[in-house]
């Protein structure tokens, strides 16, 4: 159905509901194994620019098998009805699926607090969302708090005794 690609398309790449309802098949290069979100002539992204996300292999896959029902539409999601409609229609796919609190906009946060408990660098999530700074990347990259425990937990035993060196300060 169109909302599992829009589905795929939020939580494997992280796209904005308008990117996902204006990206055309001729953006999504299966041979280079990336999409690109570019303007069209009716519509701009909300940073203004193209930029290019590569395909996660479950979302190649997924795509793939979307276009070959989906091929006679030009968009990847054919939906020619305003786009809060398509998210309203989303939110209650969810609920019957029995996910009472969740939109098509919670993927990206998902998909980039994912990232964000993998250790991807927030430059590159932020390029990746495109976002203009990273501050914004933050508020979608919420952490787990069991990630956060790992994090602490990545420090090295320090030795008693043992001379600790700091990071700016200068060694003796």
């Known amino acids: 159905s169109k909302f599992v690609s829009g589905e795929?398309?939020?939580?494997?790449a992280g796209l904005r509901l308008g990117e996902?309802?204006?990206?055309?098949?001729?953006?999504v290069d299966f041979e280079r194994q990336e999409l690109r979100v570019t303007p069209k002539e009716d519509w701009t992204p909300k940073d203004r620019e193209s930029r290019e996300?590569?395909?996660?292999?479950?979302?190649?896959?997924?795509?793939?098998?979307?276009k070959t029902v989906s091929a006679q539409h030009k968009n990847v999601v054919p939906w020619d009805r305003r786009?809060?409609?398509?998210?309203?229609m989303f939110s209650a796919f969810l609920r019957r699926s029995g996910i009472e609190r969740g939109s098509l906009h919670s993927l990206r946060h998902t998909f980039a607090s994912h990232l964000a408990m993998a250790d991807v660098n927030l430059l590159k999530i932020?390029?990746?969302?495109?976002h203009s700074n990273?501050?914004?990347?933050?508020?979608?990259?919420?952490?787990?708090p069991s990630?956060?425990?790992?994090?602490?937990?990545r420090l090295?035993?320090?030795?008693?005794g043992a001379a600790v060196p700091l990071n700016g300060a200068a060694q003796a």
């Open 8 to 12: 795929d398309l939020g939580y494997y």
């Open 20 to 27: 996902m309802i204006h990206l055309e098949w001729q953006d």
């Open 53 to 66: 996300i590569d395909l996660h292999p479950t979302l190649a896959a997924h795509l793939k098998a979307w």
């Open 83 to 88: 786009t809060h409609q398509f998210s309203m």
């Open 126 to 130: 932020a390029r990746l969302m495109g």
């Open 134 to 144: 990273v501050q914004t990347t933050q508020i979608y990259a919420h952490l787990q």
């Open 147 to 153: 990630s956060l425990r790992e994090a602490v937990f």
């Open 156 to 160: 090295p035993a320090i030795q008693p």
